[in-house]
């Protein structure tokens, strides 16, 4: 069984910061691409961040310069460092699994809220 396990979504007050962790098991965890994607209230999903198993990283242009994602093969996990958050940033935050060698597969979290109060 697949399981992504997301943990450190919460309220914080605008300009501040928060860590997300999303801890995977069931799969061998360095070779899938892991990406932190979003949803807003009436808004569609949209990518974040994303790591590749090979460390490249790319982020949303709203994003830039305050989030950074990084992942810890060792520990199986992936993280999103938020800083500066504004009330833009509220959103549900998806963790998501994705492999490209063999059989494409993708895993999703369940999802953390994060609120920023002004």
């Known amino acids: 069984q697949v399981q992504l396990v997301e943990f450190g979504g919460g309220l914080v007050q605008a300009g501040g910061s928060l860590r997300l962790s999303c801890a995977a098991s069931?799969?061998?965890?360095?070779?899938?691409?892991m990406g932190w994607y979003r949803q807003a209230p009436g808004k569609q999903r949209e990518l974040v961040a994303v790591i590749t198993s090979g460390g490249t990283t790319n982020y949303v242009d709203s994003v830039k310069g305050r989030f950074t994602i990084s992942r810890d093969n060792d520990k199986n996990t992936v993280y999103l460092q938020m800083n500066s958050l504004k009330p833009d940033d509220i959103a549900v935050y998806y963790c998501?699994?994705?492999?490209?060698?063999?059989?494409?597969?993708?895993?999703w979290g369940q999802g953390t809220q994060v609120t920023v109060s002004s």
């Open positions: 069931g799969i061998i965890f360095r070779i899938y691409d």
């Open positions: 998501k699994a994705e492999r490209w060698y063999l059989q494409r597969r993708e895993y």
